[in-house]
């Protein structure tokens, strides 16, 4: 294993985010064509008169920009102090395909029992994340 094994996880999540900011942009587009939401309804950011399944692509895409900044962090904290594990790695992609899920029921069904469990569980992934590297870091690593 290399210590580079941790960065994949942070493309694949940064893909995943550019993929959801093509599904804002192709939704808002279809609103606008199909005469469900226009223009104006952005001029501030977003209007309550954006309906759900257009509105709700936008809310994940800004939850791939909130939390997930801690995520980035530690899997670069992890890489350039060698703090590198197998179960760092192995954390770290759950916590990518967590937030897969969690983006995949948001902008679906949106049932709020399995989107929290994902986004809970992932939190969970993110918080082991950051202790094995202050323990790792605590030992000496890098």
């Known amino acids: 294993m290399s210590r580079a094994d941790v960065l994949w996880p942070l493309f694949a999540l940064a893909a995943w985010t550019v993929c959801m900011l093509l599904f804002v942009a192709a939704r808002r ?3 606008g064509v199909t005469g469900k939401a226009h223009a104006r309804e952005y ?5 309550p008169a954006v309906p ?6 936008n809310r994940n895409y800004m939850n791939l920009l909130e939390l997930p900044v801690l995520f980035y962090v530690v899997c670069l904290m992890a890489y350039v102090t060698g703090a590198v594990s197998p179960l760092m790695v192995a954390l770290a992609w759950t916590y990518v395909a967590l937030r897969v899920v969690h983006s ?5 069904y949106n049932r709020i029992l399995h989107r929290f469990t994902a986004f809970a569980a992932s939190n969970f992934v993110l918080v082991a994340l950051w202790m094995l ?4 870091l605590a030992r000496g690593a890098g």
Do not use: D, Y
């Open 133 to 136: 590297v202050g323990i790792a």
């Open 52 to 57: 759900p399944p257009i509105a709700l692509p």
């Open 29 to 31: 587009v279809h609103g």
């Open 104 to 108: 995949l029921v948001h902008v679906t």
């Open 43 to 47: 001029a501030l950011g977003e209007s």
